[in-house]
């Protein structure tokens, strides 16, 4: 018998009767926003790992998804260079040489990019807000999940 399809441990489904109260949610949240001056942006899902690696310390650097490379990404990889202290690969040496982006975490860093890579075009005091979804590859338990909005 053929497997049901699934969606991710940690993800979650919203329904019409979910979206339509989380539709309202956020948009009562950009209105008070706007009220006040505020302007709303957004940045990627991905970032470069160059950007988010070290931000978040090393139990925040192993909570981040990465993504690996699109085309012949292992085609260089010789196993004899990226093996561990036992032997066997080392899976952070191997990851770090097949990805070079990964999935926000949260959207402080990206903000920061955000600000420097802009700073030109910016008006300071900048007030801005984000309605964005941000993902962790924790261990998901009850009323935490992998990915959700911030």
């Known amino acids: 018998m053929a497997q049901k399809p699934s969606i991710p441990k940690g993800t979650r489904d919203f329904g019409q009767e979910e979206m339509a109260a989380r539709n309202y949610i956020f948009d009562t949240i950009r209105s008070v926003y706007r009220t006040y001056g505020y302007v709303q942006i957004e940045t ?3 970032e470069n790992l160059s950007t988010l690696l070290g931000k978040y310390g090393d139990e925040g650097d192993k909570l981040l998804f ?3 490379n699109s085309g ?3 085609k260089d990889i010789d196993p ?3 093996s561990g202290e036992d032997g066997g690969l080392d899976s952070g040496k191997v990851a ?3 990805c070079e982006k990964g999935l926000r975490y949260d959207l402080t860093v990206p903000f920061a990019r955000y ?3 802009h700073q030109n075009e910016i008006a300071f005091p900048f007030r801005r807000f984000q309605i964005q ?3 962790r590859a ?3 338990q009850k009323g935490r999940y992998r990915e959700f909005y911030q």
């Open 44 to 46: 990627p899902a991905m």
């Open 66 to 68: 990465r993504i690996l």
């Open 72 to 74: 012949e990404a292992f």
């Open 80 to 82: 004899k260079n990226y």
């Open 96 to 98: 770090s040489a097949v």
């Open 115 to 117: 600000v420097v890579q």
């Open 133 to 135: 979804p941000v993902w």
């Open 138 to 140: 924790d261990r998901p």
